[in-house]
């Protein structure tokens, strides 16, 4: 949080690369995104301050370097029995994360300057996310290391640089064997120097709570860790129109912190729907001398779990609807970028979304940022092992030296984010056996406690009959079961907290667009395609379908709610086919790689968005060959029934009911025969009237292209990428779900080409050429700003169809 402090400090500077020079006095922060260097291998001389790099990429920073592939089913070839699983054989795995090569060494650099250098000046090198094992070098000294990748960390340079040309060498290494996904490759999230006085607001040293809070006052409390003699702080807090709500000063300090409660009168609160923020400012004084100051945005909103209405956001019983999250960003691979997350969250609200959780490892603060801004809850999370192995390398051997560091960083970092509700110390641990997991999940959930006292802590655990022997599960603040819908009520009367958690759930899998006969439910179905049927009835051994998670949280009002298993398909994990090639991504998602909604999308929406209506009809009607063939028709709404027609002819009404589980909150045709033409539904309300309607048609051929981007202006900054649908229409302008053309992007003037997606598990095209096959008629292009504004075109084409162009602005 202080990080997002430092960002909105009055004197802040922010970088765009090393070389600027500033007059600040009292903080500033020199972001390294550009000027970096980089080579993959091993490169021991590149520590040294002359060392010619001329001949190294030239990157910017964030950085994934294993994006650009090529895919390569002999990267992460593996013979494993995956025991999470439920595997006992061990088999030939391929896509387990990714394809891409990331593994080896690798190296960056770069070099910096300190604005109003001189000897007393406290300095500091912040990084957010470093893939992995990184060795930071300043001016030819190693200053420091880290393991885990995930992990947020800094460095005291102060001692070791000059005023100017500071050279800063970093190393990195993948092991293979590391991951159960493609953990990207690189310095994947920014890099800070951060420039202070010797008397300073320490790094995240700020801590802003508010335990009190009544419709007339709320009480803001404020503790602030700081170094130096003779010092004063004094606090503002600042609406969210900038005006000033109320101010504290105070010399009185305990150790090294200050503690201030300052009054806000009728509070306005932070919640999902108004996601409200205020400001605070920090000034700290040596005598009469500014001497740091920082910026801290906080939500006043209380957070509370109860035995008998579960969690409450400010005295309101909320469920979470929630989804898990990876952290890449499909073809952007893990490099960080707010208008991927900003695209992500914008279409997770709008299918109803509440909450988050980030699996299985530290957020980006991008993300929180993201969350805070636009009302979600958060659950952040920080690792998928302990102590026991899942993965030969995986956080297993880092455990024992890092386990606290890393937990300390992520609270003290992103503790003053409203819309972190809760953190998870892990996922399926294998530590889940046996009585010294009992003590590592205790330890480390007292050190969550010790950092913050104000959220609770939860484990998702799979291995559900041994923790409830064991007392593991009896122990933690939240049970937060994974799957196991089957031992919820088990779990519910043998712990005592009196909720659990659904901290994972579903795991249904589907491809976008892809439909397979007959229609039925199966686990671990596998196609001659590769591709799962967006039927949406195929799930893994270990998991289930949507409904069965409904089930629960309709009939038992203790279960909190749920963490879908994925809100998008990541790089990795392609089960249920991760024994055979091609397949490198995942099929769980409710929206695709490229973003893009599957079926599942409308499924959730009817359930999760009560503002709108939702209608949606399943599948495509574009069937040349299936004529009269049974082929059932799926409508997701959150009306209770229906009538279906085809070409003008009743197939009848369909109501929800409870048959089964997917009769209560599906409509099912299951015998329409398929004949082209029109598809059409029209839906009740429940006084058995009209009340919405809507129609698919079967299409020609594939004739002109459509380009529908997300946004029509973009920041001149660099980074900000506009996101353009592509599909394809038949000549009546009737869309062409089943098209497959191969098409070109060109892009002109003020921005760049970054990448494009089609969303298909089994595509072997990389993502960075500019070229791509459609997937069921459509992909998405990713247009990126340079940082100078004008306009923008992107133009598409393919063989025998009419090309397409959009234009865009990027401003300032
Ligand atoms: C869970 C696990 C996730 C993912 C998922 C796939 O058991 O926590 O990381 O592997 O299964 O269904």
């Known amino acids: 949080m202080i990080y997002r402090s430092l960002l909105f400090i009055v004197l802040f500077i922010f970088f765009g690369c090393s070389k600027t020079d500033s007059n600040t006095t009292t903080r500033a922060i020199i972001t390294l995104k550009e000027g970096w260097k980089f080579q993959k291998g091993s490169h021991p001389n590149a520590i040294s301050i002359g060392y010619d790099d001329t001949n190294w990429e030239s990157v910017t920073v964030p950085h994934d370097w294993a994006i650009y592939g090529p895919f390569d089913k002999e990267i992460d070839k593996q013979d494993v029995a995956i025991v999470q699983n439920g595997e006992t054989v061990a088999t030939e795995k391929t896509g387990r994360t990714g394809a891409l090569p990331y593994i080896g060494e690798a190296w960056y650099r770069n070099t910096f300057d300190i604005p109003n250098y001189n000897e007393n000046k406290k300095v500091l090198i912040l990084f957010e996310g470093a893939m992995s094992e990184p060795e930071v070098f300043i001016n030819g000294k190693k200053i420091g290391e880290w393991k885990y990748g995930y992990a947020y960390f800094y460095f005291d340079i102060s001692k070791h640089i000059k005023a100017t040309n500071n050279t800063l060498a970093v190393k990195l290494n993948n092991n293979g064997l590391s991951s159960r996904w493609y953990p990207g490759a690189g310095l994947y999230r920014n890099v800070r120097v951060i420039v202070k006085n010797q008397e300073n607001i320490n790094q995240w040293g700020t801590f802003i709570t508010t335990p009190n809070i009544t419709d007339k006052i709320a009480q803001v409390n404020v503790k602030t860790n700081v170094t130096g003699d003779n010092l004063k702080l004094i606090t503002t807090i600042f609406d969210a129109n900038g005006k000033k709500v109320n101010s504290n000063e105070t010399s009185t300090r305990f150790g090294n912190q200050f503690e201030q409660n300052i009054a806000v009168n009728n509070p306005v609160l932070w919640d999902t729907e108004n996601p409200y923020q205020y400001t605070a400012v920090s000034k700290l004084y040596a005598g009469n001398i500014l001497k740091d100051e920082v910026t801290t945005k ?32 499909g073809p952007l691979g893990t490099a960080v970028n707010k208008s991927a997350l900003r695209r992500q969250l914008k279409i997770l609200k709008d299918m109803g979304v509440n909450a988050i959780r980030s699996s299985h490892n530290m957020p980006s603060f991008e993300q929180l940022e993201l969350c805070d801004e636009m009302g979600f809850l958060f659950l952040a999370e920080s690792f998928d092992e302990w102590k026991k192995t899942k993965v030969k390398n995986g956080y297993n051997l880092y455990f024992d030296d890092y386990a606290e560091k890393d937990v300390v960083n992520l609270v003290r970092a992103t503790r003053n984010h409203p819309s972190i509700i809760m953190w998870s110390s892990g996922n399926e641990v294998p530590d889940q056996w046996g009585s010294e997991g009992v003590k590592r999940a205790k330890w480390l959930q007292d050190i969550f406690h010790r950092e913050d006292p104000t959220r609770p802590v939860t484990v998702g655990m799979d291995q559900v009959k041994a923790v409830m022997e064991s007392g593991f599960g009896a122990i933690m603040d939240i049970p937060g079961l994974n799957y196991r819908v089957h031992l919820y009520e088990d779990a519910y009367k043998r712990f005592p907290q009196g909720f659990i958690l659904g901290s994972e759930t579903a795991s249904t899998v589907s491809s976008r667009g892809v439909y397979h006969f007959p229609v039925e439910k199966g686990s671990m179905v596998q196609h001659d395609d590769y591709q799962s049927s967006s039927y949406d009835l195929e799930y893994c051994s270990w998991s289930n379908l949507p409904e069965d998670d409904f089930i629960l949280q309709d009939n038992k009002p203790w279960v909190l709610g749920e963490f879908v298993w994925t809100g998008f398909d990541y790089l990795g994990e392609p089960t249920p086919y991760d024994e055979v090639w091609p397949s490198r991504s995942s099929y769980f998602g409710i929206n695709d790689l490229a973003g893009l909604p599957k079926d599942r999308y409308y499924l959730y929406r009817s359930r999760w968005n009560t503002k709108d209506k939702t209608l949606h009809i399943l599948p495509h ?54 004949e082209p033409g029109t598809l059409k539904v029209i839906a009740f309300d429940d006084q058995g009237n009209p009340a919405a309607e809507k129609e698919i048609k079967t299409s020609g051929k594939p004739h002109q292209l459509v380009l529908e981007p997300d946004t029509s202006t973009i920041k001149a900054n660099g980074e900000d990428i506009a996101f353009v649908t592509v599909s394809v229409v038949d000549k009546n302008g009737i869309p062409c779900p089943t098209a497959t053309n191969q098409l070109k992007f060109k892009v002109d003037g003020k921005g760049v080409y970054r990448a494009a997606c ?44 009419q090309p397409a162009k959009v234009e865009l602005k990027s401003v300032q």
């Open 298 to 329: 906080f939500g006043i909103r209380d957070i509370k779990y109860d035995r008998e209405s579960g969690f409450n956001l400010n005295g309101i019983p909320t469920k979470f609807k929630g989804v898990c999250l990876h952290h890449d960003l």
């Open 621 to 674: 009607w574009n069937w040349e060959g299936r004529e009269g063939k049974t082929t059932p028709v799926f409508v997701y709404t959150n009306y209770n029934s229906a009538e279906l027609f085809l070409n003008g002819k009743s197939l009848g009404v369909q109501t929800k009911n409870n048959s089964s589980p997917q009769h209560r909150y599906r409509l099912m045709w299951m015998d329409v025969t398929y």
């Open 758 to 801: 089609n969303g298909d598990a089994t595509s072997l095209e990389m993502f960075h050429l500019p070229t791509m096959k459609l997937f069921s008629g459509k992909l998405v292009v990713l247009v990126q700003s340079t940082k100078e504004t004008g306009n923008i075109s992107l133009m598409v084409s393919g063989d025998g169809l």
